[in-house]
């Protein structure tokens, strides 16, 4: 499934760090209420699924984000199918995945069945609800302009700019707004001038919010129609 695995350290409360990158996983201040806060808030959602939405991701990780999105899909009734995408370079193993989400006590079966696949080598998995997920392993910016579908709503959600600047550079932007439907969205927790810039430059109508925790700012993101 992977040729490149995450290596990880753990701070107190099971909260993963990349030693590649130095930099956790998910937010310190409840990585639950980041995701709430930035991606799905950031993005109108639960608002706006309805059958077929689109979700796509930069920076898979623990599955935090798409764990937390079916389950929103779930809670909505929405009817139909919910497509999750997620791009990933260095996928972390399926003992850490499961560590790291039993933090979250919540997601219950449906964490169950993301680690179950992922133990198989799976890289799409029903998250069950009518959410399925595929995992794309490998550089993004040779797997995205790859791939044949857009996006709805992006959850940009790499290491910090500053210590992963692959996963925010101008012409993966440039990516991100050529896979992304009319009128569809994207957010991240990074604010940082350049990300903005780049998402701006590539065609998006973007915004500076309050973020979430000790974070004051967030970008959001919107394609005109």
């Known amino acids: 499934m992977q040729d490149q695995h995450a290596e990880l350290d753990w701070r107190p409360g099971d909260v993963p760090v990349s030693r590649r990158f130095e930099d956790p996983y998910f937010s310190l201040d409840d990585g639950l209420a980041e995701t709430g806060h930035v991606f ?5 959602l639960p608002e706006r699924f309805c059958d077929g939405f689109r979700v796509s991701e930069l920076g898979f990780g623990t599955g935090l984000n798409m764990l937390a999105t079916a389950e929103a899909w779930a809670a909505c009734g929405a009817p139909g199918t919910l497509h999750l995408t997620s791009f990933e370079a260095y996928p972390i193993s399926a003992d850490d995945m499961a560590r ?8 219950g079966a449906r964490a169950a069945r993301l680690v179950g696949g992922w133990r198989e080598g799976r890289t799409r998995i029903d998250l069950g609800d009518g959410a399925r997920l595929e995992v794309i392993v490998g550089d993004a910016r040779r797997t995205l302009p790859e791939w044949p579908e857009r996006a709805d ?20 932007m440039a990516a991100v707004a050529a896979h992304t439907a009319p009128c569809g969205t994207a957010s991240s927790y990074s604010a940082a001038g350049h990300v903005r810039r780049g998402l701006a430059d590539a065609g998006f109508d973007v915004t500076r919010v309050p973020g979430h925790g000790r974070k004051r700012h967030m970008t959001r993101a919107r394609m005109p129609q």
């Open 100 to 107: 790291a989400l039993a933090v979250f006590p919540q997601f």
């Open 40 to 44: 799905l808030d950031g993005n109108d």
């Open 153 to 172: 709503a992006w959850f940009l959600d790499g290491f910090s700019p500053a210590r992963n600047p692959e996963l925010w550079g101008p012409e993966l």
